[in-house]
T-cell receptor, first 109, second 119 residues
């Protein structure tokens, strides 16, 4: 079966750095996505990785290792507004998005 | 960036009635739209894939006679929850894929979601 695993909840301090991990097992791979979702709102796109390595976009970076079925989202200089759920999703061989359950990130002052 | 709208944003209905939710791509054409349902503290669950001009493809366990999907144009898909029950109360989100998407996988554009409460 297809499976996406990520931690349920993480807590970090304002101004610090946090890394949210995601491991996956899917039938085929056409890219991995990270989305941010604030409570009661729809997800918003953060990043897309299809090749191994690190993609940096401002305070957010995303890493992918296809051989290990592993990705992480790195958030730097945390701000209170970064408190949200972070969803990892993999596009499988049928170009369907397979979603993880999301990681709720709590930022403390 | 591409914008997807949903209407209504919130709806409360009585058990047994039907509710229609609209999903529109505002500045692009979408051959494919997706309907998701999300229960509190759970991830998105794909309900169905809606293709313009053809029947929707429903995920296993989703009743197609209960959740009617119509994708009559390249900018509009509708989801009708028929004979709604309290257990159908959820957050319904649509997303759309741009017609210019050529298989080199990229982002889906999400609507803001519709909060359905069935009393």
């Amino acid at each position: 079966g297809q499976n996406i695993d990520q931690p349920t909840e993480m807590t970090a301090t304002e101004g610090a750095i946090v890394q949210i991990n995601c491991t996956y097992q899917t039938s085929g791979f056409n890219g991995l996505f990270w989305y941010q979702q604030h409570a009661g709102e729809a997800p918003t796109f953060l990043s897309y990785n299809v090749l191994d390595g690190l993609e940096e976009k401002g305070r957010f970076s995303s890493f992918l290792s296809r051989s290990k079925g592993y990705s992480y989202l790195l958030l730097k200089e945390l701000q209170m507004k970064d408190s949200a759920s972070y969803l990892c999703a993999v596009m499988d061989s049928n170009y369907q998005l397979i979603w993880g359950a999301g990681t709720k990130l709590i930022i403390k002052p | 960036g591409a914008v997807v709208s949903q209407h209504p944003s919130r709806v409360i209905c009585k058990s047994g009635t039907s509710v229609k939710i609209e999903c529109r791509s505002l500045d692009f054409q979408a051959t494919t739209m997706f309907w998701y349902r999300q229960f509190p503290k759970q991830s998105l669950m794909l309900m169905a894939t809606s293709n313009e001009g053809s029947k929707a493809t429903y995920e296993q366990g989703v009743e197609k006679d209960k959740f009617l999907i119509n994708h009559a144009s390249l900018t509009l898909s509708t989801l009708t929850v028929t004979s709604a029950h309290p257990e159908d109360s959820s957050f319904y989100i649509c997303s759309a894929r741009d017609i210019s998407w050529q298989g080199e996988a990229y982002e889906q554009y999400f609507g803001p979601g519709t909060r359905l409460t069935v009393t």
